[in-house]
């Protein structure tokens, strides 16, 4: 298993300011993801943050509206930039410790005014 | 008990009954099925998973069922509690390492 801390937990920002959401993790793990789930909707894969590497993107995202750092193996942030009201969703770190389920984070709640 | 023969986006049921909550996948190489619970302002958590070598897998209170014929997932709670209220996703896995692909959502509903 794994506890995985997220921070800010939320916020609220203005509209072309960006933010850098931290996910800190109690132990070390390979895999862990990024997902955005916008209000009512489901998890939608962000991004893949390899460790000492670039972040491998899905279709939709890209790195310059969500750079994505990995300095080690317990450690990751999400910036979002030049947010916009529609970037306002619940982001949520996740990780893969075995061969199993992904343990997620409580999410950062985000609202872009 | 109420059960669903396609995906809805809500499901209410009376204490006591059995739920039924259903997912269509779309990847017939997955290998890997989950289903996870989202209660309102929590991130998801694990309740239930079945690998594509099985039909069948029970947990507490829980029963997975998975149908790769028609590419269909299942979930079942017995005596559904209102504390089973919150939204349930499935997630498929179509390679060993890699993330989870989720599927709508279903909001579960139970009153007493």
């Known amino acids: 298993s794994a506890v995985i801390s997220q921070k800010p937990s939320r916020d609220i920002c203005q509209r072309g300011t960006s933010l850098t959401i931290q996910c800190q993790v109690d132990s070390q793990v390979t895999m862990m993801f990024w997902y955005r789930q916008q209000p009512g909707q489901s998890l939608t894969l962000i991004a893949t943050?390899?460790?000492?590497?670039?972040?491998?993107?899905e279709s939709g995202f890209v790195i310059d509206k969500f750079p994505i750092s990995r300095p080690n193996l317990t450690f990751s942030t999400l910036t979002v930039s030049n947010m916009s009201p529609e970037d306002s969703s619940i982001y949520l770190c996740s990780v893969l410790p075995g061969t199993g389920e992904l343990f997620f984070g409580e999410g950062s709640r985000l609202t872009v005014l | 008990g109420e059960s669903v023969g396609l995906h809805l986006p809500t499901l209410s049921v009376q204490e006591g009954d059995n739920s039924i909550i259903n997912c269509a996948y779309s990847n017939s190489a997955s290998d890997y099925f989950i289903w996870y619970k989202q209660e309102s302002g929590k991130g998801p958590q694990f309740i239930i998973d079945?690998?594509?070598?099985?039909d069948k897998r029970q947990g507490q209170r829980v029963t997975v069922l998975l149908n790769k014929t028609v590419k269909h997932l299942s979930l079942q709670i017995a005596a559904t509690q209102p504390g089973d209220s919150a939204v349930y996703f499935c997630?498929?896995?179509?390679?060993?390492?890699?993330?989870?692909?989720f599927g709508k959502g279903t909001t579960l509903s139970v009153s007493s």
């Open positions: 997630a498929e896995r179509s390679q060993a390492g890699t993330a989870l692909i």
């Open positions: 079945i690998r594509s070598n099985m």
């Open positions: 943050a390899n460790q000492g590497s670039e972040a491998t993107y």
